[in-house]
C-alpha cells in the first residue's frame, strides 16, 4: 500500500523558514517525481513543485509564487522527500500535500498533509 | 501561469449526469493530453479520478468519465449519487515544465 507521511509543519513567523519531511512506502521511491501541493483554508488546490528522479537528474520545478524561496529536495536512501520553505509569507499559510507521480503527469497518490502557518 | 477556469458550482438530482468544465489554453490543456481530475470531500486529500485526460484509475467508478477537445477538458459524472457531492479539481501539466490547477468546482446533489 502507498504511504506519504508529511510532517514538520507547524507556526513559524514572516520571514522565517520551516522545513517539511515526507516519508513514503509502499513503492519504488527512487524511481518516483514527487511534487508538493498546497490548500489554504477554504481555497482551492495549488501545485508548489515537483522534484524527478536520478534518472532525469533530480530536476526541480517550482510555481512562480514560491520560485527563489522554495526548494523541494529528496533522500532516495531514507524514502523521504523534503520542501524547504524560505521567507515564508502570511499567504504561504496552508496544509501542504506530498504527492506522488504517477504514470501520465498526474499526481495519482496524497499524504494526509501538514499545516504550515505563518502568522506574528 | 493562471489557474485553469471552471465553474464554481454545479448540481444535479440523484441519477442525472452532470459535466463540469476545465478550459485553459494552448499552453496547457490544449497542448498536452496530461489533464487529471480529482475528487474532494471536505477535510480529506484529493483522490485521483482521471488522468491523461479519459483514463480512470483501478477501483474509480465507470460512472466517471472525462474528454477534451481544444483547450478545454471536461468530467462527466453520470448515474449521480449523494456520496459524490464534493469539490472537484481539473489540472494539466503546461509548457513551462510546470502544472496548473483549476479554481475547483462544488458539486451539489439535490
Known amino acids: 500500500e502507498v504511504q506519504l507521511v508529511e510532517s514538520g509543519g507547524g507556526l513559524v513567523q514572516p520571514g522565517g523558514s520551516l522545513k517539511l519531511s515526507c516519508a513514503a512506502s509502499?513503492?519504488?521511491?527512487?524511481?518516483?517525481?514527487m511534487h508538493w501541493v498546497r490548500q489554504a483554508s477554504g481555497r482551492g488546490l495549488e501545485w508548489v513543485g515537483r522534484i524527478t528522479n536520478k534518472a532525469n537528474n533530480y530536476a526541480t520545478t517550482y510555481a512562480v509564487s514560491v520560485k527563489g524561496r522554495f526548494t523541494i529536495s529528496r533522500d532516495d536512501s531514507r524514502n523521504t522527500a523534503y520542501l524547504q520553505m524560505n521567507s515564508l509569507k502570511p499567504e504561504d499559510t496552508a496544509v501542504y500535500y506530498c504527492?506522488?507521480?504517477?504514470?501520465?503527469?498526474?499526481?495519482?497518490?496524497w499524504g494526509q498533509g501538514a499545516l504550515v502557518t505563518v502568522s506574528s | 501561469q493562471s489557474a485553469l477556469t471552471q465553474p464554481a458550482s454545479v448540481s444535479g438530482s440523484p441519477g442525472q449526469s452532470i459535466t463540469i468544465s476545465c478550459t485553459g489554453t494552448?499552453?496547457?490543456?490544449?497542448?498536452?493530453?496530461?489533464v487529471s481530475w480529482y475528487q474532494q470531500h471536505p477535510g480529506k486529500a484529493p483522490k485521483l479520478m482521471i488522468y491523461?485526460?479519459?483514463n480512470r484509475p483501478s477501483g474509480v467508478s465507470n460512472r466517471f468519465s472525462g474528454s477534451k477537445s481544444g483547450n478545454t477538458a471536461s468530467l462527466t459524472i453520470s448515474g449521480l449519487q449523494a456520496g459524490d457531492e464534493a469539490d472537484y479539481y481539473c489540472?494539466?501539466?503546461?509548457?513551462?515544465?510546470?502544472?496548473?490547477f483549476g479554481g475547483g468546482t462544488k458539486l451539489t446533489v439535490l
Open positions: 509502499g513503492f519504488t521511491f527512487s524511481v518516483a517525481a
Open positions: 504527492t506522488r507521480q504517477g504514470i501520465a503527469a498526474e499526481v495519482d497518490y
Open positions: 489540472t494539466s501539466y503546461t509548457s513551462s515544465d510546470t502544472w496548473v
Open positions: 491523461a485526460v479519459s
Open positions: 494552448s499552453s496547457d490543456i490544449g497542448g498536452y493530453n496530461y
